[in-house]
């Protein structure tokens, strides 16, 4: 019969560290400069100067599409500042707004406001890619919750962008926001209208 023998406390140390390193290493973020040398080039004042579109869905930590919407946005750039009004029309017929107040700090690099987000948000851009990162003021139930989001965009095409966006609570994520922006509104008359 093999008789079991502890492992001396430095080894088991050693062991648990090098796991918490691999786990942690496996969760770390993307950084943006990997996509300096994407194109075409993402220039998000821009993209967004004048009226852009966009069709998005909401999906639940399990995938589960949770709720569908469209935006309509009308950009303003005015030097150094990129005003964003953002139109929601929700599949259940709510409407929201949020305008934006986005300053480029330096070459790449962006500092936004907006009513409903704690603080500021922090957006740099590198090649086809941009990360914005947010804490939003989430209107729920009755109350509001603070989620942070952490943006990913990505431009396709001179009029075409993609987001995916992870969205997370007490550094849990919680859910997902996909959608594409397009600066044709594809007949879509309500979008028109919204503007």
Known sequence: MTRFKPMPFKRWAAVVLTGLLILLG???SMDVQEYRNTA??????????????????????????????????????????????????YDNGERQTRIWQITRTAEGRYVGRAADVVGEAY???AGNALNWRYTLDLPYKNSSIHVQFDDWMFLQTPELLLNRAEVSKWGFKVGE???????????????????
Request: with cysteine; glycine share 12%; charged share 25%.
């Open 26 to 28: 496996g969760c770390s």
């Open 40 to 89: 075409p080039e993402f220039d998000l004042f821009a993209y967004f100067d004048g009226k852009t579109y966009a069709w998005g869905q909401f999906q639940a930590r399990s995938g589960r599409v949770e709720r569908r919407f469209k935006v309509a946005i009308s950009g303003e750039v005015i030097g150094n500042q990129l005003r964003l009004d953002e139109r929601f029309i």
């Open 123 to 125: 957006g740099e851009s």
């Open 177 to 195: 926001v996909t959608l594409f922006f397009s600066k044709f509104s594809q007949g879509d008359s309500e979008l028109e209208s919204g503007l």
